[in-house]
């Protein structure tokens, strides 16, 4: 089993910036993908952004590119969602999630290690 825990949510205005950490535990060794999640109240949990553990590389959506960024530290087992110009419209709960097998699909379904979540709200 693996382990995640989200930390670093809180209520900023919009324009602001907050980093996100999830720290991973567990048999991350199994793991090869880091992602995250948001979910706003009332709609479907959606794809933000992922990273691999054994690459640079990164997958954004489209909707936070160029605002949001997905980095890792692999000796803390530690993925961070950097997020600047934060707007009202990102306002969710933000998860992690982890799985096993590389795979091009982004849909949640393909992570099979979820955190709690940590709530982001951007006030205008």
């Known amino acids: 089993q693996v382990q995640l825990v989200e930390s670093g949510g809180g209520l900023v205005q919009a324009g602001g910036s907050l980093r996100l950490s999830c720290a991973a535990s567990g048999r991350t060794g199994s793991t090869t993908t880091m992602g995250w999640f948001r979910q706003a109240p009332g709609k479907e949990r959606e794809f933000v952004a992922a990273?691999?553990?054994?690459?640079?590389?990164?997958v954004i959506a489209a909707s936070v590119k160029g605002r949001f960024t997905i980095s890792r530290d692999n000796a803390k087992n530690t993925v961070y969602l950097q997020m600047n110009s934060l707007k009202p419209e990102d306002t969710a709960v933000y998860y992690c999630?982890?799985?096993?097998?590389?795979?091009?699909?982004?849909?949640?379904?393909?992570?099979?290690?979820w955190g709690q979540g940590t709530q982001v709200t951007v006030s205008s």
């Open positions: 990273i691999r553990w054994s690459s640079t590389s990164t």
């Open positions: 999630a982890a799985r096993e097998y590389y795979s091009s699909s982004y849909v949640p379904a393909s992570f099979g290690f």
